[in-house]
């Protein structure tokens, strides 16, 4: 079952969506620095992400957007990714506007924003879980 979420939302509230069970593997983290000053932010350049590695979006894998170094944008300009939470730390001390070129992310379970700034999603999302989809 896929709940979708599309449009522009922001994190104030929390929210729990229950969907039907569906196996889940243990997560790797995607890790996003925002290091790459001449990307404006596009996902698909390498200095964006740490290690300065191109990212591997898998089912299993977490999007943690860890710091934003340079980027004033992030921008998902790789079409439709896979991930199984995408989360905001708590060092990620700015507020940004997460939005796509016409793709957007298929996670399994958490939206979670641990910064202590508001972080606004402005693109395609749909959410699969174990058990719930969180949004908070």
Known sequence: MHAWISGLCSFALACV???????????????????????????????NWTNNTSPNFQTNNRIVFQNNLTSTNMLNDLGWVDASDIIWSNSFNVSRILDSTGGGISFATRLENNSSYTQTV???????????????
């Open 17 to 47: 969506f229950y969907m039907e069970a569906v196996p889940q593997a243990s997560a790797t983290d995607v890790i996003w620095v925002g290091d790459d000053s001449a990307s404006n932010g596009a996902w698909s350049r390498t200095g």
């Open 122 to 136: 402005a693109m395609n999302l749909s959410g699969v879980s174990s058990e719930r989809v969180e949004s908070n």
